[in-house]
T-cell receptor
């Protein structure tokens, strides 16, 4: 079975630009979560969506937004990029709120 | 606010030299404690979930244990392929959905 897939794998953007990251969950998984991982640190929670509704939001500014589509895939959008947004963005899927998260390999975003 | 602290930050072992990684946590109502393995440039790979104090889980050379304040990941007779960053995370009842709070990780290097 295919795992969580994310695209693109790498991305370079300039300060002030906008970026969209995409995620396809494991087949049958209805919950998608997004995490930001800065180099040398553990992942930090950004959003969770379940059945296309936002179920949780971490301590991130309104420049960060996300949505989940009817096929359970998801997009993370970041506006007005800052240098500090450079990180590995991880998507994870799970069957439901009581199941372990399974992560994709992430999108490496570099903001210059 | 849930908090997770992992120690040591980095650990170097000789092949066959057993050791333990520590994960200390504070959480309002533990719903689960998770261990993940992360290789460079990859997303975290799920290893174990522990739900209550006294619980233990094993997988090959790894054994995870849980108390009310800590979890340990014991590595018995490690091999070079066990080299990775090991992440600990908690899921608390005070958080929406299945949000995880991660520690900073322990970078393990096993030398042949």
């Amino acid at each position: 079975d295919a795992g969580v897939t994310q695209s693109p794998t790498h991305l370079i953007k300039t300060r002030g630009q906008h970026v969209t990251l995409r995620c396809s969950p494991i087949s049958g998984h209805k919950s998608v979560s997004w995490y930001q991982q800065v180099l040398g640190q553990g992942p930090q929670f950004i959003f969770q969506y379940y059945e296309k509704e936002e179920r949780g939001r971490g301590n991130f500014p309104d420049r960060f937004s996300a949505r989940q589509f009817p096929n359970y895939s998801s997009e993370l959008n970041v506006n007005a990029l800052l240098l500090g947004d450079s990180a590995l963005y991880l998507c994870a899927s799970s069957l439901d709120r009581n199941s372990p998260l399974h992560f994709g390999n992430g999108t490496r975003l570099t903001v210059t | 606010e849930d908090q997770v602290t992992q120690s040591p930050e980095a650990l170097r072992l000789q092949e066959g030299e057993s050791s333990s990684l520590n994960c200390s946590y504070t959480v309002s109502g533990l719903r689960g404690l998770f261990w993940y393995r992360q290789d460079p440039g990859k997303g975290p790979e799920f290893l174990f979930t522990l739900y209550s104090a006294g619980e233990e889980k094993e997988k090959e050379r790894l054994k995870a244990t849980l108390t009310k304040k800590e979890s340990f990941l014991h590595i018995t007779a490690p091999k070079p392929e066990d080299s990775a960053t090991y992440l600990c995370a908690v899921q608390g009842s005070g958080n929406a959905g299945n949000m995880l709070t991660f520690g900073g990780g322990t970078r393990l290097m096993v030398k042949p």
